[in-house]
């Protein structure tokens, strides 16, 4: 089973850079690894995955051309390159795996705040 950290969210200005880190543990293959935010009083939404090799990366409508995802291996690590920062950005981000190849988002981190002042 994998175990899913994130790391590296905090207070930041409209227009600044962030990235995040989920780190896995445990038996750390999975088939796609994704960010997903949700901000306070909505849905989670859908940010960005990629799949085990680096490849296959697919961001939702409202980061497209501001965030990146990328992942080491070696290091057993996905990030997130948050870049242009809009304060409709603030949320509780979430990283998630997909262990099971046919399967859905199964194991989820515990999420790290990230909070755009305008």
């Known amino acids: 089973q994998v175990q899913l950290v994130e790391s590296g969210g905090g207070l930041v200005q409209a227009g600044d850079s962030l990235r995040l880190s989920c780190a896995a543990s445990?038996?750390?293959?999975?088939?796609?690894t994704g960010w997903f935010r949700q901000a306070e009083g909505k849905a989670r939404e859908f940010v960005a995955r990629i799949n085990w090799s680096g490849g296959g990366t697919y961001y939702g409508d409202s980061v497209k051309g501001r965030f990146t995802i990328s992942r080491d291996n070696a290091k057993n690590t996905v990030y997130l390159q948050m870049s242009n920062l809009k304060p409709e950005d603030t949320g509780v981000y979430y990283c998630a795996a997909v262990t099971i190849m046919t399967g859905d988002f199964d194991t989820w981190g515990q999420g790290t705040q990230v909070t755009v002042s305008s």
């Open positions: 445990g038996r750390t293959f999975t088939w796609y």
